[in-house]
């Protein structure tokens, strides 16, 4: 379905990320997987791309937050793949705290990775796109931003700024047949949760269970192939935010 087309995924080796490559991948797609430091991760995700569906799958290591490092990476790509069709910005990081107490530099970190570095990518990757003349931006976004939640401020702007930046872009590039969606994940099983223990709002979850990477997967080849639709966020939250 996805055969000849080229994915770049921000944060794939592991997490929401790397079940997003898997996804993308086992419908025919040429992957990209930008990591942060992991590259054993990356690379036995690419590994498991080629082996399983027999794609191309490059590894490429890039902090999403810098700019030119950013643009150096999109540059590889086209070099390694000839183009690129699909864009997911998943890279995300957390760093969670009252206000009354957060340090500057958590307010910046979180937004520099989840706001900028969906901006540099999509800044960097429009060029290809339209010579491609197509494209397809998924954005990671989160209830947090849509509802916002106690102890992250700064989370919540990034990804409430996220939704801002897709329905611009998606109506700055809709004429060059470029859309742009957003994914508005609810409460998913990953180390970034993991990290913060039982989650208290468990029971606040009509579906009554945390979701799962591949849910948020099935969202993304729903929004891959959704040709009609373009600045849409779509919540994957077990009914959390409705
Ligand atoms: P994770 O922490 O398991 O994975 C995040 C990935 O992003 C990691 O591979 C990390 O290395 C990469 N990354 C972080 N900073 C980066 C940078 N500056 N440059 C390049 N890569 C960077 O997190 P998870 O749970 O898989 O989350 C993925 C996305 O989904 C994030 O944007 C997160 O905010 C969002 N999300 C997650 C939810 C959850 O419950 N797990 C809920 C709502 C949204």
Same mark, same amino acid.
């Given at each position: 379905?996805?055969?000849?087309?080229?994915?770049?995924?921000?944060?794939? &080796?592991?997490?929401?990320?790397?079940?997003?490559?898997?996804?993308?991948? &086992?419908?025919?797609?040429?992957?990209?997987?930008?990591?942060?430091?992991?590259?054993?991760?990356?690379?036995?995700v690419?590994?498991?791309?080629?082996?399983?569906?027999?794609?191309?799958?490059?590894?490429?290591?890039?902090?999403?937050a810098?700019?030119?490092?950013?643009?150096?990476?999109?540059?590889?790509?086209?070099?390694?793949? =000839?183009?690129?069709?699909?864009?997911?910005?998943?890279?995300?990081?957390?760093?969670?705290?009252?206000?009354?107490?957060?340090?500057?530099?958590?307010?910046?970190?979180?937004?520099?990775?989840?706001?900028?570095?969906?901006?540099?990518?999509?800044?960097?990757?429009?060029?290809?796109?339209?010579?491609?003349?197509?494209?397809?931006?998924?954005?990671? &976004?989160?209830?947090?931003?849509?509802?916002?939640?106690?102890?992250?401020?700064?989370?919540?702007?990034?990804?409430? =700024?996220?939704?801002?930046?897709?329905?611009?872009?998606?109506?700055?590039?809709?004429?060059?047949?470029?859309?742009?969606?957003?994914i508005?994940?609810?409460?998913?099983?990953? $180390?970034?949760?993991?990290?913060?223990?039982?989650?208290?709002?468990?029971?606040?979850?009509?579906?009554?269970?945390?979701?799962?990477? $591949?849910?948020?997967?099935?969202?993304a080849?729903?929004l891959?192939?959704?040709?009609?639709?373009?600045?849409?966020?779509?919540?994957?939250? =077990?009914?959390?935010?409705?």
């Amino acid at each position: 379905m996805l055969k000849g087309k080229v994915a770049i995924v921000t944060g794939g &080796s592991r997490g929401i990320g790397k079940a997003i490559v898997y996804k993308l991948a &086992s419908m025919g797609a040429d992957v990209a997987v930008i990591y942060a430091g992991n590259a054993a991760a990356a690379e036995a995700v690419c590994k498991e791309c080629a082996e399983t569906y027999g794609v191309t799958a490059r590894s490429y290591c890039c902090n999403v937050a810098d700019f030119s490092d950013a643009k150096q990476t999109v540059t590889a790509i086209k070099k390694d793949f =000839g183009g690129a069709h699909i864009l997911v910005n998943n890279a995300g990081i957390t760093r969670d705290g009252l206000i009354a107490m957060m340090p500057e530099d958590d307010f910046d970190a979180v937004i520099a990775t989840n706001l900028k570095g969906t901006f540099n990518m999509i800044r960097h990757c429009t060029g290809l796109f339209m010579r491609a003349k197509e494209g397809c931006i998924i954005n990671i &976004s989160s209830v947090s931003g849509l509802m916002g939640n106690a102890g992250q401020v700064n989370y919540a702007a990034s990804k409430a =700024g996220v939704v801002g930046i897709t329905k611009s872009v998606a109506k700055e590039l809709a004429a060059k047949n470029i859309r742009c969606n957003a994914i508005a994940p609810g409460f998913i099983q990953t $180390d970034m949760t993991g990290a913060q223990g039982e989650n208290p709002l468990l029971d606040m979850i009509p579906l009554g269970r945390m979701g799962r990477p $591949d849910d948020i997967a099935d969202a993304a080849a729903y929004l891959v192939t959704a040709n009609y639709v373009t600045g849409e966020v779509l919540r994957v939250d =077990g009914g959390i935010a409705m």
